[in-house]
């Protein structure tokens, strides 16, 4: 370094200044616990608390084990369904909220905007409390509301039976959460300049061609950003779950993803003792499973698509 | 750089000079007891009753109730213990948690106290070395299971106390045929209502009570053995008589659907005396769990809860100990089993409680054999936990998403994945 020239040493330092604060409190509180966690899951705990190293042992039993197995692939189906959800129920509408909240004439789109990102602010403990009193079979306002529908035997517990449990908590999820991606496209919407709509609707164009051919490539990019996160988010998943339907994610499972099975294995529930070593080996599996997902998102989505200078 | 090192350390110092006197200095006085506990609704009965009552025989020493919050109390207690800094008395949680203190040699061997004498087995077995030679806390309380029912509903319905299976479903068919009462409130949203409320409550009776655990515990029977699988083919018999969406339905809202009255029969556990009491407004009673027909003994789930042991590290080991042989007296359980309804002294002396459906629970021990929950001692130590498998199993037999046979092979196919005996 001494070697450089004096003007592009300065300018390296400089650099390395503006860049340590982010990359020091980065490293150590993302990037070091994931590599220990990595590491942690190689190691076996014996019932006296002594851990040594077992090589891939964790991820045998795990990924073998007949019951671990079917805990596991259970979590990962779940979480699938759960993350399909999102993506094809709350990002369409939430695109579609963005699209209806930036048409030029819309009167009160701000107060439209704050109502509908209201939930996402809220804890996910009062969300869960909330929906769990409105779905209640027994005290619940929804027996009613399908009353004027003509439901007359009032609405089956949806939170308790196994065929409805996770599709109605992924709805739940949706409602609350759909504000994000709304936020995001819209913002993404307001930066698409006047003047290319105005000059298609000059050309002959209605608002709705206009979307189509001219907003919705242009915010395609942010799209796929919302996709991506919409994967990460919901394969890191579990506050809902836990609050509703507790570690356990019952009915029969029905609702375990991959966050209440790694609570489960790593913290125990009730008398089951936790194995911090089998926890970490859950904890690096979700990671790898969400590595897989953005890695594909980067490697065959994002190169493919076009941007436009605006 | 170096005045600023030198301000810093100071600070630091300061600070953890004012950090250490803020933490409370427990053992203060050399002649004043400590007790330890999680349990911060029964500080007013410790300071108002049993405290003044133990100081009438032994105005010499001094006692202090000092708990701390029921979620950290496992944490808090191993910190302390292994800082020097606990109470004389710590509370026992039963089984593992408190094992884990004696095998550290937090707690000291209490056999030898004039008083354990008054212990059955039974109650002493959750605080036993797993062998059963050694024992390191007091068996303080312990809850127990039955069924509570609506007296009002069942006169009106002209019901009489079922003792029998067949007698409990007819029962339950006539309550549900006349159509004012849902018949059973219990839910199966929370799991553990079905587990603790349901298998425990009732399969005693199957199961034949200690002879069954201590055979499921050295191998010699199975889960999939007969005794149990009745006790899933019983639970399963009672889906149809839960209220409308009991799938939906969360402890709470059983123990609201009861003592609002809308429910006949509601499956217990002693702790749900005080509660009802407070809410409920109508005259309730209660009974044992009903026994399979043309069976005489009866059985009951007697669960050992809270215990009390001595700190090893404890300055005041003489007067802990009287202390300790004073709570294993009558008067103490006579006490302690008054001021807190559902919760009973374990010791063999006869209690009397002036709650009439805390009696009425109390009183099954001189008719029944007492046993405890069966996957609490050594069964549920590995994965998949036994507990957890009885919660999940139980609401699958009781929603009718498993059979039986299903229910019983998952579970014992569970615990000999992991447990030698089983296997």
């Known amino acids: 370094m001494a070697l450089k020239n004096q003007r592009g040493s300065f300018f390296r330092t400089h650099i390395l200044v503006f860049l340590l604060p982010a990359a020091l409190i980065y490293t150590l509180f993302m990037i070091v616990p994931l590599i220990d966690t990595v590491r942690y899951s190689f190691y076996g705990e014996t019932a006296e608390g002594i851990t040594s190293f077992v090589g891939w042992d964790n991820y045998i039993l795990i990924l073998t084990d007949e019951r671990w197995w079917t805990d596991f692939s259970n979590a990962l189906e779940n979480n699938f369904i759960f993350f399909v959800i999102h993506m094809f129920v709350q990002n369409p509408i939430g695109l579609l909220l963005a699209a209806l909240l930036s048409l030029p004439r819309l009167k009160m789109a701000n107060s439209y905007r704050t109502l509908i990102f209201m939930p996402t602010m809220l804890s996910v403990v009062i969300i869960g409390f909330i929906w769990k009193l409105i779905l209640s079979p027994l005290w619940g306002v929804g027996d009613t509301l399908v009353g004027f529908v003509g439901m007359t035997d009032g609405l089956p517990a949806l939170l308790g039976e196994e065929s409805t449990a996770l599709i109605t908590l992924s709805f739940i999820s949706v409602w609350q959460f759909v504000g994000i991606p709304m936020m995001l496209t819209y913002a993404a919407l307001l930066n698409v300049p006047d003047d290319l709509v105005d000059a298609a609707i000059v050309d002959g164009a209605n608002q709705w061609t206009a979307f189509w051919r001219i907003k919705l490539p242009l915010i395609l990019p942010t799209i796929a950003m919302v996709s991506v996160l919409t994967f990460v988010a919901n394969f890191n998943a579990f506050d809902l779950i836990y609050a509703v339907k507790g570690a356990l994610a019952g009915p029969n499972f029905e609702t375990d993803i991959m966050g209440t099975m790694f609570y489960r294995t790593f913290f125990g529930y009730q008398l089951q003792p936790g194995s911090a070593t089998l926890g970490a080996t859950v904890a690096s599996l979700m990671f790898l499973v969400i590595l897989c997902g953005v890695m594909l998102y980067l490697f065959v989505v994002q190169r493919r698509l076009q941007r436009y200078q605006l | ?423």
């Open chain 2, 1 to 423: 750089m170096k005045k600023n090192n030198l301000t810093l350390g100071t600070s630091v110092a300061a600070i953890a000079l004012a950090a250490a006197s803020l933490t409370p200095t427990v053992s203060a006085f050399a002649d004043e007891l400590v007790i330890e506990s999680w349990r911060t609704d029964d500080l007013d009965i410790w300071e108002s009753q049993i405290i003044p009552a133990f100081n009438k025989s032994h105005p010499d020493i001094k006692v202090r109730f000092a708990p701390s919050p029921p979620t950290e109390y496992n944490a808090n207690m191993n910190a302390k213990l292994t800082a020097g800094t606990a109470g004389d008395l710590i509370t026992c949680k039963p089984f593992d948690a408190s094992l884990d203190l004696y095998n550290n040699g937090h707690l000291t061997k209490v056999d030898d106290l004039p008083g354990m004498e008054n212990f059955s087995g039974v109650a002493k077995s959750a605080w036993q070395t797993d062998d059963g030679s050694t024992t390191f806390c007091l068996p303080m309380a312990s809850v127990i299971h039955g069924f509570i029912y609506n007296k009002e509903a069942f006169k009106e319905l002209g019901l009489e106390i079922p003792k029998t299976i067949p007698e409990f479903m007819a029962a339950l068919e006539k309550i549900k045929e006349d159509g004012t009462y849902i018949p059973m409130s219990m839910g199966t949203a929370d799991q553990w209502e079905a587990a603790t409320m349901g298998f425990q409550n009732v399969g005693p009776n199957f199961w034949a009570g200690e002879k069954g655990r201590k055979g499921l515990i050295d191998g010699t029977e199975k889960l999939t053995d007969p005794q149990y699988v009745k006790v899933y083919k019983h639970l399963a018999e009672w889906g149809p008589y839960l209220g409308k969406g009991y799938k939906g339905q969360s402890y709470p809202d059983s123990q609201n659907l009861f003592s609002l009255g809308r429910a006949a029969i509601y499956p217990a556990g002693s702790w749900d005396i005080s509660t009802f009491n407070g809410q409920a407004d109508f005259e309730f009673g209660a009974f044992p769990p009903p026994v399979p027909a043309g069976q005489d003994t009866c059985y009951i789930s007697d669960h050992t809860d809270i215990g009390l042991g001595i700190n090893a590290a404890s300055k005041n080991v003489k007067a802990a100990e009287t202390f300790l042989s004073w709570m294993a007296s009558a008067e103490a359980g006579s006490i302690f089993s008054n001021a807190l309804p559902g919760f009973y002294a374990l010791s063999k002396h006869e209690l009397t409680i002036s709650d009439p459906v805390a009696q009425e629970f109390v009183s099954w021990r001189g008719k029944c054999e007492s046993s405890i929950r069966n996957s609490y001692q050594i069964l549920s130590r590995g994965t998949p936990n036994l507990e957890n498998d009885l919660w999940n199993t139980s609401v699958g037999v009781i929603n009718g998403s498993m059979t039986a046979e299903e229910a019983a092979k998952k579970a014992q196919d569970g615990l000999a994945s992991w447990y030698k005996p089983q296997q």
